[in-house]
């Protein structure tokens, strides 16, 4: 497994931005299928953006397609997620994800993902 961990949430009004980071261990983040999932209370956690192993594959839920970016800089094993036009139904807590395993080079299934970080929140007020 694989040690993550986020930051950059915060509370911000309707149509701000904010960019989330999530820093990870490992000698071998190259060949990590990355993933950034959100959870709302009283819901189950969700897929929001998934990325390829060198970052030229992205994936992005329909909720949120054309307002959030998933980057990642494999020189420092740091995945990314810039929030543009925010949402209030955009307030969650918000999980990278990491596949360790290299058995896919990308993945939106939350069952794939063998290894999280403990959450950042993001507060989007009307």
């Known amino acids: 497994q694989v040690q993550l961990v986020e930051s950059g949430g915060g509370t911000v009004q309707a149509g701000d931005s904010l960019r989330l980071s999530c820093a990870a261990s490992?000698?071998?983040?190259?060949?990590?299928?990355m993933g950034w999932f959100r959870q709302a209370p009283g819901k189950e956690r969700e897929y929001v953006a998934a990325?390829?192993?060198?970052?030229?594959?992205?994936y992005y839920a329909s909720s949120v397609k054309g307002r959030f970016t998933i980057s990642r800089d494999n020189a420092k094993n740091t995945l990314y997620l810039q929030m543009d036009s925010l949402k209030p139904e955009d307030t969650a807590v918000y999980y990278c994800?990491?596949?360790?395993?290299?058995?896919?080079?990308?993945?939106?299934?939350?069952?794939?993902?063998?290894?999280w970080g403990q959450g950042t929140q993001v507060t989007v007020s009307s």
């Open positions: 490992g000698r071998t983040f190259n060949r990590y299928a």
């Open positions: 990325i390829s192993w060198s970052g030229g594959t992205t």
């Open positions: 994800g990491a596949e360790s395993s290299s058995r896919v080079t990308i993945t939106i299934r939350r069952a794939d993902y063998d290894s």
